[in-house]
T-cell receptor
Framework: SQQGEEDPQALSIQEGENATMNCSYK?????LQWYRQNSGRGLVHLIL???NEREKHSGRLRVTLDTSKKSSSLLITASRAADTASYFC?????????WGAGTKLIIKP | NAGVTQTPKFRVLKTGQSMTLLCAQD?????MYWYRQDPGMGLRLIHY???????AKGEVPDGYNVSRLKKQNFLLGLESAAPSQTSVYFC?????????????FGPGTRLTVL
């Protein structure tokens, strides 16, 4: 059973625009992580937000976490063609990460 | 550092054949994981290990076995492959439990079972 669910499943925007992806999860977590996967490649860690944090920034990335709503969002500002990828959220608990199905992001030049 | 490497990158098996996927990491990580990724789905944990000589079942362990004889290596075995095991397999490692720290991923093994 998957804990995380991303919304939307696919997103296509113009280069330079901001991209927002949402993630909802079902059970208690210690942290919420976001990963990027380029086509045919492995996953790369982007950012981790702990359960006692509400917002975190890293470069062009901004992540929020609302534990009362069991939801998180990932904002990518000033998108670039290189941001085209699938983005996954993963909730951390009990030595495991439980993954969502991902959002496929396409940045149009 | 090579990070996490996986061998082989691609493999085609016939139903009933067996094979072993090798994962190696050079980051001295304690925790290692095997996932499978199917189209339209997120990663699903097959087995994991919290240290040399230890293994544990994940979400979808049936049909797979694992061994962690050395800290840097984590092997995934398919004793009798089935078409339902056609998937992309990813190995990952982390310094401590993945629920606290990031996981580092290998490039994946694309397995097709005919």
């Amino acid at each position: 059973s998957q804990q995380g669910e991303e919304d939307p499943q696919a997103l296509s925007i113009q280069e330079g625009e901001n991209a927002t992806m949402n993630c909802s999860y079902k059970t208690s977590i210690n942290n919420l992580q976001w990963y990027r996967q380029n086509s045919g490649r492995g996953l790369v860690h982007l950012i981790l937000i702990r359960s006692n944090e509400r917002e975190k920034h890293s470069g062009r990335l901004r992540v929020t976490l609302d534990t009362s709503k069991k939801s998180s969002s990932l904002l990518i500002t000033a998108s670039r063609a290189a941001d085209t990828a699938s983005y996954f959220c993963a909730g951390g608990s009990n030595y495991q990460l439980i993954w969502g199905a991902g959002t496929k992001l396409i940045i149009k030049p | 550092n090579a990070g996490v490497t996986q061998t082989p990158k691609f493999r085609v098996l016939k139903t009933g054949q067996s094979m072993t996927l090798l994962c190696a990491q050079d980051m001295n990580h304690e925790y290692m994981y095997w996932y499978r990724q199917d189209p339209g789905m997120g990663l699903r944990l097959i087995h994991y290990s919290v240290g040399e000589g230890t293994t544990a079942k994940g979400e979808v362990p049936d049909g797979y076995n694992v061994s962690r004889l050395k800290k840097q290596n984590f092997l995934l075995g398919l004793e009798s492959a089935a078409p339902s095991q056609t998937s992309v397999y990813f190995c990952a490692s982390s310094y401590v439990g993945g629920h606290y720290n990031e996981q580092f991923f290998g490039p994946g093994t694309r397995l097709t079972v005919l």
